[in-house]
């Protein structure tokens, strides 16, 4: 992927707000909808939540690297840290029809991401996860 844009973030929470920005900047360079750029401000804004939350149980700063692109009407976005090894993927689809309090905790996240993006495909490579989201526009 020709990253249009690359970003590189410490395992920090705070750094959200840098890649929010950076989405919304890329977003509007590129004529997205407001709605567009919500939606993949929430996307990124999950997973990077949980790969900070979860995936470095070991003090420490670590970099991770949102890479964005646009190729004709495909967005593409690439996520790579050398976090725990971990593929979202595998995580089970929720029961959304149980009661909220009925539910396990987790999963809601990565559904939202299935849901709004149009493929997701995860790979662990050379001690680092690489996650790639693609949307159809």
Known sequence: MEPVFSL???NRLLELDRVADAVEAFG???GLA????YQLRLVLD???TNTISYGYPEDGEHVITVS???DGSRLRFLL????LPFDPLTAKTPDLGAEADAR????????LVRAIMDR?????VGGTNRLLLEKDI
Not at 80 to 83: G, L, P, R, S, Y
Not at 120 to 124: I, K, L, S
């Open 8 to 10: 590189r973030i410490a």
């Open 28 to 30: 509007e360079a590129h």
């Open 34 to 37: 407001a709605k567009l750029r």
């Open 46 to 48: 999950e997973l990077l």
């Open 68 to 70: 964005m692109s646009q």
């Open 80 to 83: 790579v840290d050398d976090a």
């Open 104 to 111: 396990p905790i987790g999963g809601l996240g990565i559904h």
């Open 120 to 124: 997701v495909a995860y790979e662990r």
